[in-house]
């Protein structure tokens, strides 16, 4: 089969409207493993062609280092594609993660990419042992190990950390992992000689943490295998107490899956008990923070009064608004000062109390439309504290 036909053709509403006619469950899963491949360019496309059938979707990344799946698989292909996996060397009983709150709407299509590395980590494999990694821990260790006072350390990014952690983690402050890394390494200077417990969200986060700390002298470090995931699949089937506390961020449509009932963080917006995440419905913006469902109701899905102004206007008048403007990064981004956002959104609110606009070239886009008419009366009679209708 030619390379160019190993990939999806359809728009994403064809294919949620496919996923939504399919009439069976599917199982959401990930894997990863640090494996020498040969040629990751052309296993890329045997594994497309193999998954495709089988009914696979997901975001897989290959490398020479090895392997990153996150995908679902038709429930009833299972076996098979369990069969196709163990059939190759390379993977060959390789543990699958799999999620626990599915409802098999996680992923649209099946994309494999070939990257220069597995994870972007920005660390310098060649100054360090990758292979020399902590003890890998399960549920029931980890929890042992935290009640003999071990210190806990978070190892994903400060925004994944929002909605859900191990009680008492270290959290990082850092948006990426290599400054994560290099945050907890600061952090943790006397602790050399002690116990720490590293975890992130699947594991393989902490293959290259734990190599990196033990690197840099750390004598101790255990670190939670297949991550919060395959924890909370132990904690299920061997009844264990949690002590990971409210919701797992996970990088899907879902944005987050829930662990337990704890609420464990606040509405950045109004500072009521919330863990509801999502991203600023305003196309510019995008931010991810930590909402409220009456506060998203009141900001119309926005982070600011702001945004609301600009995404309650009418889709040709924010494309128009839109030109010349920079999209939002695709890079994942969350609000750090909460505390700032509210005084941002107070201060907004006076403005459009006072009768004002926080966007005032709003009117020069009125008097640009060729066709003003139907835009202006949009614009002049918004309510910016509603939803459209
Ligand atoms: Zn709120
Ligand atoms: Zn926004």
């Not at 071990?150 to 400054?179: K, Q, S």
């Not at 994560?180 to 952090?187: F, I, T």
Request: proline fraction near 3%; aromatic fraction near 8%; include cysteine.
């Amino acid at each position: 089969m030619e390379a160019h036909e190993l990939r999806n053709k359809y728009g994403p509403d064809t294919l949620r409207a496919r996923l939504e006619a399919e009439g069976f469950s599917r199982t959401t899963l990930s894997f990863y493993r640090y494996v020498r491949l040969a040629d990751p360019a052309a296993m890329r496309n045997e594994l497309y062609a193999e998954w495709e059938a089988l009914g696979v979707l997901g975001r897989i990344y290959l490398a020479q280092e090895g392997i990153n799946a996150q995908l679902s698989v038709p429930t009833h292909q299972f076996e098979a594609f369990r069969k196709a996996i163990d059939a190759r060397t390379e993977f060959d009983g390789v543990p699958f993660k799999i999620a626990v709150e599915d409802d098999g709407k996680s992923f649209l299509k099946l994309t494999l990419k070939v990257r220069h590395k597995l994870v972007a980590d920005g660390l310098h494999d060649e100054v360090f042992d990758v292979s020399n990694v902590g003890q890998h821990l399960d549920a029931e260790s980890f929890n042992q190990l935290m009640e003999q006072g071990a210190t806990v350390v978070d190892m994903r990014n400060n925004y994944e950390c929002l909605i859900g952690h191990f009680e008492g983690a270290l959290l990082p402050e850092a948006e990426t992992f290599r400054g994560a890394v290099e945050e907890m390494l600061e952090k943790l200077e006397d602790k050399k000689e002690e116990p720490i417990l590293l975890y992130c969200t699947g594991g393989i986060r902490c293959e290259k943490a734990s190599a990196w700390f033990r690197h840099h002298g750390f004598t101790q470090v255990g670190q939670l295998h297949g991550g919060i995931i395959d924890y909370a699949r132990q904690v299920r089937a061997k009844e264990l107490p949690s002590r990971y506390k409210g919701q797992n961020f996970v990088f899907d449509g879902r944005l987050a899956e829930r662990i337990t009932n704890d609420v464990v963080s606040t509405c950045f917006q109004c500072v009521l008990a919330s863990d509801r995440i999502t991203n600023c419905q305003q196309h510019t913006c995008n931010v991810l923070l930590v909402q409220c469902e009456a506060c998203a109701t009141k900001y119309a899905d926005c982070c600011t009064p702001s945004c609301r102004e600009i995404h309650l206007l009418p889709e040709e008048v924010q494309r128009e608004w839109r030109k010349g403007k920079p999209s939002a990064s695709a890079k994942m981004k969350a609000i750090r000062d909460p505390e700032a956002l509210r005084k941002r959104i107070s201060e907004e609110e006076a403005v459009l109390a006072g009768g004002g606009s926080l966007h005032t070239e709003l009117t020069e886009i009125i008097i640009d439309a060729a066709d003003g008419s139907d835009i202006a009366r949009h614009l002049n009679t918004r309510d910016s504290g509603s939803r459209p209708e």
